[in-house]
């Protein structure tokens, strides 16, 4: 854990209707919903009629609500530094981070690393020692993890990360895992993408996080039983 603290201290870990009106989160205003400039605020977006569930009911946008308890709260929450558009309007966002054909997100290059002062990717392989906590916000057919509780905006993602499939278990697709044997990770400063800071630090797995749980080498935390783990 010595060596992670390390890494994230280097990476900078430290550092409705909707269209009409603001949106709460908690007892606090949400800014990203807020229509002041964004006076035709679903332009531009695949706006649908699902409005309760997401932005402009445009999936990409995420979730109309943020949550408002802990642990998330800090991490992606009221109380974080999260803003969903980094500023712009819900179709300007789309417009600058997504494919104009396909309508996809467009991900950073190099895997999402921060580049050194010679032009490479800033990666370094490390252990994962058992009992470390890592975190996801994502499907288990990824191979993205990052330190458990690393705040949202740091890990440079698009707003539809955030959105829980039908059914899961925990909301707003958020996974946390225990290592439960030691294994070789890359790892490395995030890159700033999807109007985001980055600088968080991640970690790159051998194998989809789903495999590595199947192999034994990751155990799912019941966030039910242990919520602020």
Request: charged content about 10%; some cysteine.
């Amino acid at each position: 854990m010595r060596l992670i603290s390390t890494l994230c201290v280097l990476a900078v870990c430290a550092l409705s209707t909707q269209a009409q009106s603001n949106t709460t989160v908690g007892n606090a205003t949400d800014p990203d919903l807020n229509t002041a400039r964004c006076t035709d605020f679903c332009a531009g977006t695949n706006a649908t009629d699902d409005l309760n569930t997401y932005i402009c009911g445009d999936p990409r946008l995420g979730p109309v609500r943020l949550p408002s308890a802990l642990p998330l709260d800090g991490i992606v929450g009221g109380e974080s530094t999260y803003h969903r558009f980094g500023g712009a309007c819900p179709g300007e966002f789309l417009a600058q981070w997504t494919n104009a054909t396909t309508g996809s997100f467009v991900y950073p290059p190099f895997d999402g690393y921060t580049l050194t002062t010679t032009g490479e990717p800033g990666i370094l392989n490390i252990s994962l020692a058992v009992g470390t906590l890592v975190d996801r916000f994502g499907s288990e057919f990824g191979a993205y993890t990052s330190p458990a509780g690393l705040p949202y905006a740091q890990r440079s993602l698009p707003p539809w990360n955030l959105n829980a499939a039908p059914g899961a278990m925990y909301p707003y697709n958020y996974q946390v895992y225990v290592v439960t044997r030691r294994f070789n990770v890359q790892s490395g400063p995030i890159a700033g993408w999807f109007g985001q800071q980055g600088l968080g630090l991640q970690f790159l797995m051998p194998k989809a996080v789903g495999e590595l749980v199947d192999s034994g080498y990751l155990t799912r935390l019941n966030q039910t039983a242990d919520p602020l783990w």
